[in-house]
């Protein structure tokens, strides 16, 4: 059974941080790419970041460049998500989700074929 479990959204202050977790059993993180989405109220899923492969070479997309960082914990097949200077337009529900760790583009959604169900993150004074 495939399963991928977000967690540690919550409430945080503008100009917070945030750490996000996600597992994914049963899977080896070495042979996949894992990334990040969110999903606002009434916009589309958007990609934040990916990490891939053995090598954890690590992309971001603009929102997030130089206030998230995606690591990995190969042992826990976790993947973690750090957001730092968090502003109210990173309110959203976000998603871990996986991929084949080739071809495409990292944030091309309909390549990536497990998800999960989301965790809420909420930027708000």
């Known amino acids: 059974q495939v399963l991928l479990v977000e967690s540690g959204g919550a409430l945080v202050q503008p100009g917070g941080s945030l750490n996000l977790s996600c597992v994914a059993d049963?899977?080896?993180?070495?042979?996949?790419?894992i990334g990040w989405f969110r999903q606002a109220p009434g916009k589309e899923r958007e990609g934040v970041a990916c990490?891939?492969?053995?090598?954890?070479?690590?992309y971001y997309t603009g929102s997030a460049k130089g206030r998230f960082t995606i690591s990995k914990d190969n042992a826990k097949s976790a993947v973690y998500l750090e957001m730092t200077g968090l502003k109210s337009e990173d309110t959203a529900v976000y998603s871990c989700?996986?991929?084949?760790?080739?071809?495409?583009?990292?944030?091309?959604?309909?390549?990536?074929?497990?998800w999960g169900q989301g965790t809420q993150v909420t930027v708000s004074s």
């Open positions: 990490i891939v492969g053995k090598d954890g070479r690590t």
């Open positions: 989700a996986l991929r084949r760790p080739f071809g495409g583009t990292w944030f091309q959604i309909d390549e990536y074929m497990y």
């Open positions: 049963p899977f080896d993180l070495d042979h996949w790419a």
